[in-house]
C-alpha cells in the first residue's frame, strides 16, 4: 500500500478539469518508445512509483519478461509516490501518458474521470475470477479501468511467548481485545499498539474496526461509528495502548512491536520479511477482532493497479494491454505474492498461496472481505478520510467526545 500523501482534493479537481477539457479536444499522444500509429510496435513506456533500487530492480525485470512475451521492449521509470498522481494528469493535458501506468488503487478514480485511461473490456482483458472488492477497485462507472496482480489490507499480529506467558489467548471480539491488551500490558511494554496519525494511513488502520461494525464512510456521525472510536479511546485510557500511537506511523508500529515494546500490533504483511530476520521474535497473525460473534470483518484493500493510457495509437495500447494481461496472470500473480508478501488477487490463487505460505492465511482470509476505499464516495473519499483521521485525533486526545469528534468528521466529509 502506498502511504505517500495525496495532493489535495482542491487541486486535483482543478487538474482533472483541464485534463478533461484537452482529451476531449484532442485525444491522448502516444507515449515515448518506439512505433508509430500506423507502424510496428517494437516497445512501450511504463510508469509507477517502484522508486527503492531493489523494488524497482525486480519490477523492471518482471515487466520486461512480459515485454519479450508481448513482442516489445518495456521503457521502465519510476517517481516518488506523492509524485506520481500530479506527473499523470500534466502528462494527460500535454498528451505524453506512458503506454502502461500503475496507480495506487484509491487514486484510479480521479484518473478515470479526467478520460485519461481506456477500460480493459476494450482488449479482451476479462475481469472474472476477482472478489467484488478487488474488482471495485479498478472500476469507474461500471468499466473496469485497471487491475491489480496481488493486494493486501491489516490484521492482528501478535507475540506468541508474550501472550503464553500471560495465558491470553488471541482476541476475537473488541471485549477480549480489551482484556488482552490490558494484560498484557506492563511496565515499558503496551499490550496494543496502531497507527493513529493524522493521515490517510491513520484512516487505513481505523477503518476495518468501522467498517466491521456497520459503520459507513457516507454516515461518519453513526452510533456504529461512535462504537468504533471508543474502542481506541479506552485502549488509550486505559494504558493498554500508548498515547503516543497518535504520531506514530505503521513503521513506528512494527518498531515498537519488534523491540518488545507492544505485544500486540495491527500492521500489513509487508513487515513479515523484517519481522522474520528480527532474532528470538515469536510472533503469530490472526484477523482483527470484531465486535461481537458473528460479525463481518470488512478491511481495506491495499495495493496498486495497473492501467492503459489513452493515447492515439490502438498497436500501442494493445501491445501495453498484453503486457497488463501478463502481469494478472496466475503464474505472476503467485511469484509477486511470494516476493512482496502479498496475496494474490484472484481467489483461486490466493488459496493455493495460503496453503504454500500459511503466515499469509489471515491476510487472504482477510482479503476475501476486503473493500475498496473508493468504493461507496469514489472521488470523494479523500475529504471523509480527512474527517477520520481528524476525528480519531480529536478523540484520543480527549479534545472531543467520539460523539462530538465523529459530528464533526461528517461535516469535513460532507464540505459543510
Known sequence: MNTAVRPSARLITALCGTVA???????????????????????????????????????????????????????HRS????????????????????????????????????????????????????????????TYRGKVYGLAPTVSTVALFYNKDMLAEAGVAVPKTWDELR???????????????????????GTWQFLPFLWSNGGDETRLDSPQAAQALQLWVDLVRSGSMSKSVLNWTQADVHDQFVAGRAAMMVNGPWR??????????????????????????????????????????????????????????????????????TVPSRPSVASRYAERVPSMAAFVKSVQGARARTGELGVEWPRAATGIYTAVQAALTGERTPQEALRRAQRIATGS
Not at 31 to 59: C, K, M, N, P, R
Not at 103 to 132: C, F, K, M, S, V
Not at 189 to 201: L, Q
Not at 307 to 332: G, H
Request: charged content about 20%; some cysteine; hydrophobic content about 40%.
Open 21 to 75: 477539457l484537452v482529451l476531449a479536444a484532442a485525444g491522448c499522444a502516444g507515449g515515448t518508445g518506439s512505433g508509430s500509429a500506423g507502424g510496428e510496435v517494437t516497445s512501450i513506456t511504463a510508469l509507477d512509483y517502484y522508486t527503492d533500487a531493489t523494488e524497482h530492480a525486480q519490477w523492471g525485470k518482471r515487466l520486461s519478461a512480459c515485454g519479450r512475451a508481448a513482442g516489445v521492449t518495456v521503457e
Open 79 to 138: 517517481v516518488p509516490g506523492a509524485s506520481l498522481v500530479p506527473q499523470v494528469l500534466r502528462q494527460a493535458s500535454s498528451r505524453t501518458l506512458p503506454d502502461l501506468l500503475m496507480l495506487d488503487n484509491p487514486d484510479l478514480q480521479q484518473i478515470a474521470r479526467t478520460g485519461a485511461l481506456t477500460p480493459l473490456d476494450r482488449y479482451g482483458i476479462d475481469a472474472g475470477g476477482y472478489t467484488g472488492g478487488i474488482r471495485s477497485a479498478g
Open 179 to 201: 482484556t488482552a491488551a490490558a494484560r498484557l500490558t506492563r511496565p515499558g511494554r503496551y499490550g496494543m499498539a496502531v497507527d493513529a496519525n493524522a493521515t490517510f494511513e
Open 272 to 341: 513479515i520479511s523484517a519481522m522474520d530476520s528480527t532474532e528470538n521474535l515469536h510472533w503469530g497473525v490472526a484477523p482483527l477482532p470484531v465486535r461481537r460473534p458473528g460479525q463481518r470483518l470488512v478491511t481495506p484493500l491495499g495495493g496498486e493497479v495497473w492501467t492503459v493510457p489513452q493515447n492515439s495509437s490502438e498497436a500501442r495500447q494493445r501491445k501495453a494491454a498484453r503486457v497488463l494481461a501478463c502481469l494478472n496472470d496466475s503464474e505472476n500473480m503467485l511469484a509477486l505474492a511470494e516476493q512482496y508478501h
